[in-house]
């Protein structure tokens, strides 16, 4: 039980920290739309943003996180369904908040981050990847390591 919560705990983490540096790509991405390149209307900056940081998330989590061998269009096809109803209520949030309510950008940037953070963590944990982490070749290489070790 006590090597499963670490396991766990080290699941949490490096989901945080891929997210993190997903954050970091849609921060930036953002902010070359919104001041580089002046794409007008906060919410397509958002949604390009967006979309550049959920493939890199998909990518690195997938590999890293949840180590899983599971077919590639179907954890896709369910993360996007995860952002089927996320992603039109994060973009008229964007909308509401930023360009009708004059709210900061990038406080509402902050914001809709933080619920896609916890989300998608939930989703990907219990939903996505359910049956299979642990699965890609990383992980069955830790797993036979870690048996030569206790022989």
Known sequence: ??????KETARVIKFI??????GIIETVAMIL???VIKIP???????????LSVLWNFTFNRKFTFQSAENVPKAMLLVFL???PFAPFTIWNEHFLADTHGWNEYAVLAINMTLNLTLEYLWDNFVVYRHSKDTNDIA????????????
Not at 1 to 6: C, Q
Not at 140 to 151: M, P, R, T, V
């Open 17 to 22: 920290l891929f997210s993190a540096s997903a």
């Open 82 to 84: 995860f952002y089927v």
């Open 33 to 35: 739309c919104e001041e």
């Open 41 to 51: 209307g906060h919410w397509v900056c958002y949604t390009i943003a967006l979309v």
């Open 140 to 151: 069955k290489k830790k797993l036979e390591k870690e048996k030569n070790e206790h022989e």
């Open 1 to 6: 039980m006590k090597a499963e919560k670490k």
